[in-house]
């Protein structure tokens, strides 16, 4: 049982002003070209000015601390960690550590296990807990009511469309794509997102379904494929009769999400004539903030089961 929790999330700009901060440090300190940074701009203008992620992962961390208080008969806080904005992972580390709290559980809120994702959360945070006795959760991209919640989703998606098309509907699900020199080093990300995707299809009794990736970054390696951009076009080009989107690597509303998805890849598919409807992000839905409990009370089991 921890006596706290240190929940990441990946970060964002609070305000459109600490959009360059943020971004040189997602670049490891490096600034980036004034044309990268103009083109980010106008991606979080078109989403309304700024990413809810914040406000949202915040409300997840209440949501989860309540969660676990209501199973546990005691408070057990919880501690937000951003990677690449404040409050960083190390405040994070030292508001549990203040707190005199010192058996802590880390959780990422990112169910798919890679070494540049998940695993570059664990290093920071053993790095700055030496004083505390950390326990990191790697994934839980099975997690069972996180499996329910996407199969809801991905069913509610379906009754949106005429019951003589859908069996013609494909689904696709989606994760952020990484480079693609992690599937030499013998990363589990890729498979651990078909297994996700397995798991929920089955649960909602789908046929048509397969994976994608989203969001890949602009440098010069090549990253996973293929992008939900060129299935859009393939499955239009296919027969499809419409289209689903389960962002099953991502947990909340922000801008891969609002803009990547709702905007960028929804227009690809008006374009293409293929209808278009993506399932709702967790957020701080009831049975997801149970999912996340879930995960941290059965750490052991779960990370025996990945």
């Known amino acids: 049982m921890p006596d706290g929790v240190l929940l990441m999330a990946y970060g964002t700009p609070a305000t459109l002003a600490d959009l360059e901060p943020y971004y040189t440090h997602i670049r490891r300190g490096r600034p980036p070209e004034p044309a990268q940074l103009a083109e980010l701009r106008a991606r979080y203008e078109a989403i309304g000015g700024c990413s809810p992620l914040l406000e949202i992962t915040r409300a997840q961390a209440r949501g989860l601390e309540q969660e676990l208080q209501a199973r546990t008969g005691k408070p057990v806080p919880v501690e937000l960690g951003m990677k690449h904005s404040p409050p960083f992972i190390e405040d994070g580390v030292q508001a549990l550590y203040a707190a005199d709290i010192r058996q802590v559980t880390g959780l990422v809120l990112a169910p798919h296990y890679s070494a540049l994702s998940v695993g570059e959360y664990r290093d920071r945070a053993l790095a700055a807990a030496e004083q505390l006795d950390l326990s990191f959760i790697e994934q839980w991209h099975l997690a069972p009511k996180y499996i329910e919640f996407l199969a809801s989703g991905v069913r509610a998606c379906l009754d ?10 494909d689904v696709v699900f989606t994760a952020h794509s990484l480079p693609e020199r992690i599937v030499q080093a013998g990363d589990p990300y890729p498979q651990q ?10 649960r909602a009794g789908v046929k048509r379904w397969s994976t994608g990736w989203q969001s890949a970054g602009r440098t010069s390696e090549k990253w996973l494929g293929p992008d939900i951009v060129q299935v859009v076009g393939e499955l ?71």
């Open 236 to 306: 239009a080009g296919a027969g499809s009769r419409g289209l689903i989107v389960c962002p099953a690597g991502f947990v909340s509303d922000h801008l891969e999400i609002l803009y990547d998805l709702d905007i960028e890849c929804s227009q690809v598919a008006a374009a293409a004539g293929l209808p278009f409807k993506r399932t709702d992000s967790p957020n701080t839905d009831p049975m997801f903030l149970s999912a996340l409990a879930d995960v941290v009370l059965q750490r052991e089991q779960l990370t025996a089961a990945g």
């Open 193 to 202: 997102l078909r297994e996700t995707a397995e798991a929920v299809a089955q």
């Open 160 to 169: 949106d469309f005429p019951a003589q098309t859908r069996d013609q509907i």
